[in-house]
């Protein structure tokens, strides 16, 4: 389950503290009635979704409209700290790590929108750490290491819905064995217009952007120590115009940050925090 992201503004990063901000966003505990209002959307379940075809494939199982909407700007990089059923750091070793962005339409805000009918681009992947057979960005997770995203600098203001999914191989050897644990955070971006503005770019939807036998989601020589990950769903939007072709040594937009780190990184001087438990 998704436990807690934190939007850092590029401000911040450089150290500007007069425009800096960073939001925690923690999120809600499946199947509980306990939770403080969050902008990333509850599932019901820890389990995984391994048919494509199935709704749920979209933002996770049961996946409910959050109540908040967390506050962005073209170039902040987001930083998502994932953790187990039953354990504080994520529990799988090896698969892709994937974050889609869905401009929501005009006149529609990402608290109410129904992602049934979102239309994804993606901007970040990440496989395997370096060269065939190598280890994989998702094992450094179950280590404590959070992933960090940056939002494209070409982003129209506007609401946004941010899925991003990790994808557990162990069982891949057979059709439907991936395990997708696909989450989504109501995102809007300010900067640029105030008038949302349409994106050009290739995408896709969920159900709808995989299909059950392709290469990242049947892979049999999984564990050959030769093994080259080839990516699935569609290529990684480079410019809000244009794609990139798939990689598997593509690591997009990401960064890997261990938790000393990321406490550092929280703890510089900002004009402004928002904190959702």
Known sequence: ??????????????????????????????????????????????????????????????AKEAALVAAANPGDKVTIKWKGASTPNWGHTMGPIMTYLAQVPAGQTADKFNTQHAKFFKIDQAGQTGGPGSPWVQARMMGGMAYAVTLPNDLPASDYIMRHELIALHYANITNGAQHYPACIQLRIGGGSNAPKAISAPTVSFPGGYTANEKGLLVPDLRKPDFVYTFPGPPVVKSLGAASGNSSMNLGNSTIEDEGNRSKCKNQKRSARLVYW
């Open 1 to 62: 389950m998704l436990f807690e992201a934190v939007i850092t503004t590029l401000a911040a990063v450089a150290g500007v503290s007069a425009h800096g901000f960073a939001g925690i966003l923690s999120g809600p505990t499946p199947d509980s009635n306990n939770d403080a209002p969050s902008p990333i959307r509850k599932v019901m379940s820890v389990y995984p979704v391994t048919n494509v075809s199935d709704p749920n494939i979209n933002c996770g199982i049961g």
